[in-house]
């Protein structure tokens, strides 16, 4: 069920990953991630999903003795983002990710939204303030806080926590970017806000998703890889995965047999 | 993708390569900078250990240990500072962690926050930064004229208590503080009292980092000379006090916190301030094993937390 007119953003091409205790946590993993397309990653805990999200920015490479092997191809430049040449923060520049729980800074909303601009060396002070306003509209959090941009972060509410780390991810222009559960400590409404947004960044740039709703993922996603105890076991457009799934232990996941 | 859109991605990377080599410049001063500042405090430390040790060096042997202080400098030995730094550290261990403890607790867990509290948590972390001869000063008119103490080990137990008793305090209300709430509304949930609480949760989990500033304190107070010479501790002692265990019941007796005595820090500065170079090098060897004696002690404290804390997640 593969539509081939969507190019590819990137691929995993054989990827095994070691964490530094010898634990092989991921094995042999194929998988694309299509240009402008939600890909969601299911499965039940401790199967990889994170691991696999964190090897796409090299998270891993915080932590001394972590192992990759095999390669994750970004396109359209064919760099292989995990070669030992290619710096993990060029990587990071193009990836960006957020995490389960909102983890703003100490700082004001306008900080926390400038500073990965502040990173990369923009001190013009209207570009950032343009730069600012056009994340916080992306991440459907400007009208909530445009009065308010020199408040601290931690007075916004769980919800708009969360999508101010999304405009601060936003904010730099990435090519890809990275959800790890994003909603798992928030509410229905706020997950349901979290959800439409994604669905609108889309238009911009490529998502993947790690998720333990099943609904989420079939509500949100454009195609879905289920992973079980390290390994890719099914892939495939999300309505096939979820309606015609081919693999019967993906069936036992998906309506709740099993996990 | 077009090939332009494809040009100007790879445009931008290199424009993003260029900008992570000129940050990474800055990534590298500082390191070597750090690593300076680090080798400045680090080597100028060891150098002293080093030469503490070399010149020491002909003491180092069992003799020094088992001889009691001498006029003759070659048969001179640490005994009755050893034994009396032993002593009078039993009785600051076992004053300074009941009180300390116990205060930190309750301030922690048992006193109502309001101005009060707050005035006296400034006032113990103020407490820890006295000057130790201020201590001595306090010591003398206290527990050696009021309590009519003498210039006993009791005297120098408890001053030195006194001094490591804000140490104490301290680290267990941090130690307390580390644990998450959640874990108190577990138990009490379940029907605790706040001493149930305290005793059965917050006492156990805050081990490890209570157990830490305890051995810290007493690292502290080993080395302490300046409060002890204020309370008159003698500096040539050619006896043991008495010995803590009897062969008659009930098998222990207490004349020895009675008893005069010296300690390392003291004997050390005694020898060092004499004419004769020989012993000099009695005063180098003593203060090799006070840094030694205190390492070790400074060892088994991060060695404690780091398996304390082993078997907790928060």
Do not use: A, I, V
């Given at each position: 069920m593969v539509n081939i007119t969507t190019p590819i953003k990137a691929e995993a091409r054989d990827l095994n990953f070691f964490y530094s205790n010898g634990n092989q946590a991921l094995k042999s993993i194929n998988m694309p991630l299509y240009e402008k397309k939600i890909t969601a990653l299911i499965g039940p805990s401790g199967c990889g999903k994170s691991t696999f999200l964190r090897c796409f920015n090299r998270m891993?490479?915080?932590?001394?003795?972590n192992k990759y092997q095999g390669q994750i191809v970004m396109h359209p430049d064919n760099t292989n983002i995990l070669e030992a040449g290619v710096d993990p923060i060029e990587v990071r520049m193009r990836i960006s990710m957020v995490f389960q729980k909102p983890n703003p800074f100490p700082k004001t909303i306008y900080e926390n939204v400038a500073y990965g601009l502040r990173v990369r060396d923009e001190k013009n002070k209207r570009t950032l303030d343009d730069k600012v306003e056009e994340a916080l509209k992306g991440a459907a959090l400007w009208n909530e806080v445009k009065d308010r941009l020199q408040d601290l972060a931690f007075n916004l509410s769980g919800g708009q926590q969360q999508r101010l780390c999304i405009a601060r991810a936003l904010a730099t222009d990435p090519e890809i970017m990275l959800f790890d559960e994003p909603t798992s400590a928030l509410d229905p409404i706020a997950t349901a806000n979290i959800e439409e947004l994604m669905s609108e960044l889309k238009e911009k740039l490529t998502i993947l998703v790690v998720t333990h709703n099943m609904q989420q993922a079939a509500r949100v996603s454009d195609y879905t890889a289920y992973m079980y105890l390290g390994e890719l076991m099914e892939y495939g457009d999300t309505n096939q995965i979820f309606?015609?799934?081919?693999r019967k232990e993906t069936e036992d996941y998906i309506t709740g047999k099993f996990g | 993708m077009t090939t332009e859109m494809k040009a100007s991605v790879l445009k931008n990377l290199d424009a993003v390569r260029a900008m992570i080599r000129r940050h990474k410049r800055n990534d590298m001063l500082f390191a070597m900078v750090g690593l300076v500042a680090l080798m400045l405090g680090l080597l100028t430390l060891l150098t002293l250990f080093i030469d503490l040790v070399m010149d020491g060096y002909p003491r180092f042997n069992l003799q020094f240990f088992s001889d009691f202080p001498s006029r003759r400098a070659g048969s001179a030995g640490l005994l009755s500072a050893w034994v009396g730094s032993a002593l009078v550290m039993l009785v600051t261990f076992l004053t300074a962690v009941p009180v300390g403890v116990a205060a930190g607790l309750y301030l922690e867990e048992y006193a109502p926050k309001n101005w009060f509290s707050d005035l006296i948590e400034i006032n113990v972390s103020n407490l820890a930064g006295v000057p130790s001869i201020i201590y001595g000063l306090l010591a003398l008119g206290l527990f050696v004229y009021g309590f009519n103490f003498g210039q006993s080990i009791l005297t120098a137990g408890l001053t030195l208590g006194l001094l490591i008793l804000p140490i104490v305090i301290v680290s267990t209300r941090e130690a307390i503080r580390g644990i998450p709430v959640a874990i108190r509304e577990a138990a009490y949930a379940v029907g605790a009292t706040k001493w149930q609480v305290v005793s059965d949760h917050v006492v156990k989990y805050s081990q490890g980092g209570i157990l830490t500033g305890v051995i810290i304190g007493m690292s502290r107070a080993i080395g302490e000379t300046a409060p002890i010479i204020t309370i008159g501790a003698l500096t040539f002692i050619a006896f043991l006090p008495p010995s803590p265990i009897s062969d008659v019941a009930p098998f222990i007796n207490f004349q020895w916190l009675d008893s005069g005595f010296t300690v390392l820090p003291i004997q050390m500065f005694n020898w060092l301030s004499r004419p004769d170079h020989a012993f000099h090098i009695n005063a180098a060897a003593t203060g090799a094993i006070i840094i030694v004696v205190t390492l070790l002690m400074n060892g088994t404290a991060i060695y404690l937390r780091y398996k304390i804390r082993k078997n907790i997640k928060w």
């Open positions: 891993h490479d915080l932590y001394p003795g309606t015609r799934p081919t | -």
